[in-house]
């Protein structure tokens, strides 16, 4: 019984708290913001184009054109400003959270040391063979394993706090793609460690389709 109380316990303190439910929200947003920025740009961009010629034989197909690409710019720059107003407001939300039980810096903190992780866990898709008897030319090939690696740990978050630092990376759905991630799991300690030295970080937990990382201050 006292087992299956702790248990339950930790299972309640892996749950995610905001800003790590959040953060990788606030990253698409900010993205798909410029993507649809871009868009937008692009559409007066053709309009001015499209205005400058003068056709009259085309007079009616170029004034059809102008139009669509006037609904498309009207849409794209709804959501090229919408999505920057919600990111900003969950960052707002996540700050004022910090200001109240953390500190506001860690938040600047957490998200470098995210895309830190990011980058140390990307792996290359593209593997070289070797195709000649002499091995002395080689030709790249797409692997869909690190692929699917890569999709599943790019949704890593790491989140630091005054008293202690949480990792959480999502599994990959594939076997293969698992047992990388659980070969690295050595690698993966002993580099958010040296970024965090003054923290101790224990064994690694699983749960459900998220690999828990969880320290305490020294």
């Not at 007079?59 to 709804?78: M, P």
């Not at 895309?115 to 008897?133: P, V």
Request: aromatic share 14%; with cysteine; proline share 3%.
């Amino acid at each position: 019984m006292p087992d299956l109380f702790h248990k339950e316990r930790y299972f309640m303190s892996v749950k995610k708290n905001f800003f790590q439910r959040t953060f990788n929200i606030t990253v698409i947003l900010l993205t798909y913001s410029l993507f649809f920025l871009c868009l937008t740009l692009g559409f007066k961009l053709l309009q001015d184009l499209i205005g400058n010629i003068q056709s009259a034989h085309l007079y009616n197909l170029f004034a059809t054109i102008s139009d669509w690409l006037r609904q498309g710019e009207y849409y794209t720059k709804i959501l090229a400003i919408s999505f920057p107003i919600i990111a900003v407001a969950l960052i707002t939300i996540e700050l004022i959270l910090r200001a109240i039980y953390d500190k506001p810096a860690n938040y600047f903190k957490s998200a470098y040391q995210t895309i830190r992780l990011i980058q140390f866990l990307r792996q290359d898709e593209n593997s070289q063979l070797a195709f000649s008897i002499d091995n002395s030319s080689t030709v790249s090939r797409y692997n869909p394993i690190l692929r699917k690696f890569n999709r599943a740990t790019s949704k890593c978050v790491v989140d630091v706090r005054k008293d202690s630092v949480t990792i959480v990376i999502k599994y990959p759905k594939t076997q293969q793609a698992q047992k990388l991630l659980r070969d690295m799991e050595a690698y993966i300690k002993e580099e958010i460690s040296s970024r965090n030295p003054e923290y101790y970080f224990s064994a690694p937990n699983r749960r459900g389709n998220k690999l828990w990382f969880k320290s305490t201050k020294r």
